[in-house]
C-alpha cells in the first residue's frame, strides 16, 4: 500500500468554482502533513502546513483528520493561475523525508 | 538570497553510464534531500545528507549514492543506469534546528535525466 494516496484528476472547473482535493495516508504515526503546489516542469513548492485545527490561508483551507488518516484542500474562487498539480504529503515524526503522492492536476478554465 | 541550485539543467546518458549530479542548498542551510520524481508520479526520497553523512535512505539500490562537502553541497551518483532511471531528480534543502528538522524544504529545479 502507497503512503500517500490521492486522485490523480484531472479536475477542470471555470473560474470561481470551488475545489476540493482529498488524500489519505498509510502511517498512523505521521506527524507532518503539507500541500505542495507544482507547476508544469518546475520544482515542488510549499503551499501551507495542515493541522490537526484546521487551517485557512486566504482562498485555500486545509483540514486534517487524523482518525481517518485523511488530508483535504478546499480552494475558493478559483484563479486561472491555480491551475497547477497539487501534491499531498506526509512526513514521518521528526524526520525529513516527505512522502509525496502522486499529484492531482487542476486546470481552471477561463 | 540564493536559493537551492542544482546542476546540469538536462542530461542525456546511456545505459550502463555513471552520472553525477550536483546541488547547492539555501544559504544557511545546512540538510541536503535527494528525490527522484517519474513522470505523472510524485517525487520520491532517495536519501538525505546533513554533516557529511547519509542519515535517512528511502528504497532505492545501492548503484544511488551521494556525497556532502563541508560546503553542504551534495552529489548524487548513479552507476550502471537505467532506462527506468529516467527521471527528474530534485534537490531539496533545509536546516536542522533543535534536534529536528522542522524548517520546510526548498526544492531546486531539478536535473532532468534521460536514460536512453
Known amino acids: 500500500r502507497k503512503e500517500v494516496e490521492q486522485d490523480p484528476g484531472p479536475f477542470n472547473v471555470p473560474e470561481g468554482a470551488t475545489v476540493a482535493f482529498n488524500c489519505t495516508y498509510s502511517n498512523s504515526a505521521s506527524q507532518s502533513f503539507f500541500w505542495y503546489r507544482q507547476d508544469c516542469r518546475k520544482e515542488p513548492k510549499l503551499l501551507m502546513s495542515?493541522?490537526?485545527s484546521g487551517n485557512e490561508d486566504g482562498r485555500f483551507t486545509a483540514q486534517l483528520n487524523r482518525a481517518s488518516q485523511y488530508i483535504s484542500l478546499l480552494i475558493r474562487d478559483s484563479k486561472l493561475s491555480d491551475s497547477a498539480t497539487y501534491l499531498c504529503v506526509v512526513s514521518p515524526t521528526g524526520a525529513n523525508n516527505l512522502f509525496f503522492g502522486t499529484g492531482t492536476r487542476l486546470t481552471v478554465i477561463p | 538570497d540564493a536559493g537551492v541550485t542544482q546542476s546540469p539543467t538536462h542530461l542525456i546518458k546511456t545505459r550502463g553510464q555513471q552520472v553525477t549530479l550536483r546541488c547547492s542548498p539555501k544559504s544557511g542551510h545546512d540538510t541536503v534531500s535527494w528525490y527522484q520524481q517519474a513522470l505523472g508520479q510524485g517525487p520520491q526520497f532517495i536519501f538525505q545528507y546533513y554533516e557529511e553523512e547519509e542519515r535517512q535512505r528511502g528504497n532505492f539500490p545501492d548503484r544511488f549514492s551521494g556525497h556532502q562537502f563541508p560546503n553542504y553541497s551534495s552529489e548524487l551518483n548513479v552507476n550502471a543506469l537505467l532506462l527506468g532511471d529516467s527521471a527528474l531528480y530534485l534537490c531539496a534543502s533545509s536546516l536542522r534546528t533543535g534536534g529536528g528538522w522542522n524548517s520546510p524544504l526548498h526544492f531546486g529545479n531539478g536535473t532532468r535525466l534521460t536514460v536512453t
Open positions: 495542515v493541522y490537526s
